[in-house]
């Protein structure tokens, strides 16, 4: 399964004038593989990434980015002109023949040489003044394709906050290949053992929406673990907390609910799971 | 053909013929014995210079049916050289639940080992499969994937989170993990920095020994470690900067990978699966 790359979103903290800045690192080898044969060839693929923005009315072709085997590309989103939430992806090709303004993303190529399991996947990192957390991580092509869908999380990765020593964040990333999906979609946000008492806050598809957790988290409701929730569009939620004192950051992704489960039929558990909760 | 395999002959003998299909890529060795009694959990890995340690574990009976259910939540500790060591058990009926773990020895010698969690209720699954007329849903069984929260210093709200990667292994201690006839290379998708210091902390669900040869991608150094079943080993790597690969005979080998690892009070902590 091939997959797009994006650049994670700045964080703006606005109280201290200070940025959480995302950046994205690829290396240029298949993450997965059979060892070679006696006389078989080594890897000697060079591959590209074009590097797309979300502009007004279509993707954006703003850099080409050329690895040889073993090497590495890093790409921090600071380094463009672009605001701190856009839609900011990779694309890797094997050929350099990228479109400038295409409506429609290209497809990714896939880096797989044999049918070793493998997820597609680069580093996505969070650094702020000397602290720096990463997580391997990917956006399906077959996810960036879908036009309906839902979303079941949870926020219970946040951390226990005291005196906003501690801030927690929750990030929605959506990626549509179509360039002109980007309308919004309403994410649920209520406590389980409550579930008439439902909040909405909106999210943009084809973007990062950054949902600071704070309201959810006072008196003595502190750690509550709450439920999101979509009926209209799918996301990979990545939670991301700063502690203010020590400046140590986490970053990590929430299980799909269909992980819950394991066997040939986890994806009917994942929509047993929505069912009961959207 | 492939229709007409399909048609005509029995389930089983399909899905037994799939398995061949890719048989040395096969993370999990071919079983029919998955049902909702059972369980599959990841291992995860303890880390005995960090001064807390939580769980958040999940309650899939009480997420099931919506409402809560009393569960106890079983961690199952094994030491270094896969020796069981302890177990600790948590009762709640939240659907979530962060649980601090306990230290597992009082004097400790290694500085990683791993466990595995499991769920018990007077609820089993598959009386709520029946209550909800879903009994027809076969061949899946819970998966406890979980997410670790490690503290490296004395900072009671400064951690770092990661989550459940691999494991596959029941609560009567069955390993499914299987090792192949041919060797795979896994590369992270990281760079690792000269400056900073990692320690890759792996563990072995299989039912044998098992051997990974940490590959340097940037020089010629190669590092072996033996890791017996439900054992856990660790290479403490500093001063390289570039890539790493790790050559084993599993489908897929990563380590949970400690950057700048506990007891670490500067906030540069991380941990990450590969």
Known sequence: ?????????????????????????????????LKNRIFSKGYNQVIYLGLYSLEKYNWSLIKVFKTSPYEFAQ??????????????????????????????????????????????????????KNSVTSY???Y???????????????????QSSFKDEVLNFVIYMNININSDVRDEANINVFNPSDIFLKRKFVAKRNSFTIHRIQEENNGSQINSVYFYTSEDCS???????????????????????????????????????????L | MKNLLKRYLPQE??????????????????????NFETNFSD??????????????????????????????????????????????????????????????????????FSFIHFVDSKTSLNDIFDNIGLNKLNDICEQNRGYTIYYPGENKYSAAVVHGNFGGISKNFLRRVKTNFRKHIY???????????????????????????????????????????LGTKYFSLSNYSGSISFESKLAICRALIFRNPAPNFKGTFDVFHS
């Open chain 1, 235 to 277: 996301f990979i939620p990545i939670t991301l907390t700063l502690n203010l004192k020590t400046n140590q950051l986490s970053a990590e992704h929430t299980h799909p609910p269909s992980e819950f489960f394991y066997g040939l039929n986890k994806i009917d558990g994942g929509r047993l799971l929505k069912k009961t909760w």
């Open chain 1, 140 to 158: 399906p092509f077959e996810m960036a394709l879908l036009k309906n869908s839902s979303f079941f999380s949870f926020d219970a990765l946040k």
């Open chain 1, 75 to 128: 790409v921090e989103r600071k380094d463009f002109e672009c605001e701190s939430n856009q839609m900011l992806v990779l694309v890797p090709q094997k050929t350099n023949n990228f479109p400038k303004s295409p409506k429609k993303l290209p497809k990714p190529d896939s880096l797989r040489i044999d049918k070793s399991p493998v997820a597609e996947r680069c580093s996505l990192n969070f650094s702020f």
């Open chain 1, 1 to 33: 399964m091939s997959s797009y790359f994006p650049i994670p979103p700045t964080i703006n903290l606005e109280e201290l004038s200070l940025k959480i800045a995302g950046s994205t690192t690829f290396l240029n080898i298949p993450n997965n593989r």
């Open chain 1, 136 to 138: 391997q991580g990917e």
């Open chain 2, 43 to 112: 291992f995860f890995i303890w880390s005995n210079d960090c001064s807390k340690i939580e769980f958040v574990a999940e309650n899939l009976r009480g997420l099931i049916i919506g409402k809560k259910i009393e569960v106890t939540h079983n961690f199952v500790f094994f030491n270094e050289q896969g020796q069981f060591i302890t177990s600790q058990k948590y009762q709640t009926c939240n659907f979530f639940e962060k649980i601090v773990l306990d230290s597992p020895l009082e004097n400790p010698k290694s500085k990683y």
């Open chain 2, 187 to 229: 590369t992270p998708i990281y760079k690792f920095e000269g400056r900073e210091n990692y320690d890759l902390v792996f563990n072995n669900p299989t039912k044998t020994n098992l051997v990974i040869k940490i590959i340097y991608n940037d020089s010629d150094k190669i590092i072996n470690l033996n890791i017996p079943s």
């Open chain 2, 13 to 34: 003998s399909i899905k037994f013929l799939s398995y061949l299909k890719n048989w040395n890529h096969k993370i999990y060795s071919f079983r029919d014995d998955i």
